[in-house]
């Protein structure tokens, strides 16, 4: 392994060489990292969007996309995935990549110019990219104009006050309406992605004060009729639990003769657990835990079991799929034991780096059905739509990883893009096989 500057003469002794050695190694990761920022913009500028007008006119073909503010150019569609693929960042975050470089390069050439010079950090050069996104051009001309000597050091608050009184000497308008706009604050934001392994999620919200109070009301009274039954747990666990009662109850905005709304109707929880056992007897592969395909996390059994147990829950039992088990059909049509045996494979979307739930995703016929492929467990694979489509329309091509192959389990796929560079994605994540263009 190729040692970093200085490795040879670090000594934990000595704080001076680590010093120096920490410098010298973040003066090369910035220097790195600016290389691939510059790349990002020149390989949006060597893509643009296709002169040909009618080109998306073909369901599922590359459309024109705008990555970066008005007047920047548009680039095609497809060209985000191989970059953010080679960079190791999924699609979604490659577009906001890519966005952010283009977005200097084109409209504020005074900043771009300090980033190729490296006087700039790509880091603060994106925080400004992203506040100038929705100027006009004339805005983000004078913003550029204003920021370019003290981009190197300016802070958040700086970039923000900036872009605002540009903003407000040529758009005043536009600035008054996206000032009204935010004004209202309101929103309730669950976090249901970051759940803890006892299952619990944050929530975050801003109310109208008089549904505040309504709000803060029906906690308390389920609150304490919560404890009236028997309930031990503290003031805030029910208060907490009571959020739970008033979302599983229906209460219709429809009023009686009387202009009163009627009485809440009940309703059962329906929870879906998916859980997968090993065949040796006694032996449960996630130990005291299990995933929960929903949130995609792993959480305690007697947490599971807590809420399975709980008389007010609707069960719903599916038949054990064993994932590793052939299936197949004979029409192009994909059953639904064996569309179900494929999500639960494949867990995501199988394109390098994708995140995407493969519940919500498309089956891919590996090999086309009119080339000869087959509908069956060893010639399907989850893509999102998007992914789908580059693989339909645009050369990227894959291939299942022989079950044989110790390279990957079981819903590993080889990739190859248009360019050549190759990919292993396995259920624990992507790895690049292409190490020389």
Known sequence: ??????????????????????????????????????????????????????????????????????????????????????????????????????????????????????????????????????????????????????????????????????????????????????????????YSRHVDFHGRVDIEGALDLADALDLEDALAAIAAQLKDLGCTESLDARRAMALGELARRETPLTFDAAGEVGPPARSKRTLQLYVHISHAPGQNPFGTAARVENTRTVLDLDTLRSWCADADTQLHVRPVLDLAEHRSSESYEIPTRLREQVILRDVTCVFPHCTRPARSADIDHIVPWDEGGTTSTENLAALCRHHHRIKTHHGWTYTPVDPNDTSGPPGSYRWTSPHGQQYLRTPTGTTQLTTTA
């Open 1 to 190: 392994m190729a040692s970093t500057p200085h490795q040879e003469e670090l000594d934990p002794r000595d704080p001076r060489s680590l010093l120096v050695h920490a410098r010298d190694a973040r003066a090369a990761e910035e220097a790195h990292g600016r290389e691939v920022f510059i790349a990002a913009a020149r390989w949006a500028l060597a893509h643009p969007a296709a002169d040909e007008w009618d080109s998306a006119c073909v369901p599922g073909t590359e459309r024109e996309l705008a990555i970066a503010g008005q007047g920047a150019p548009l680039v095609a569609e497809f060209c985000i995935d191989e970059f953010a693929a080679a960079i190791g960042l999924s699609t979604d975050a490659g577009h906001y990549y890519i966005g952010d470089a283009l977005e200097l390069a084109a409209r504020l050439p005074r900043c771009w110019r300090r980033v190729e010079a490296g006087q700039v950090p790509v880091w603060r050069a994106r925080k400004i990219a992203q506040a100038t996104r929705l100027l006009s051009p004339e805005a983000v001309a004078l913003v550029d104009q204003r920021l370019a000597s003290f981009a190197h050091s300016i802070g958040g608050r700086g970039i923000e006050q900036t872009v605002r009184a540009a903003e407000a000497e040529v758009d005043p308008e536009v600035l008054r309406a996206r000032r009204e706009a935010a004004d209202d604050k309101r929103h309730v934001t669950i």
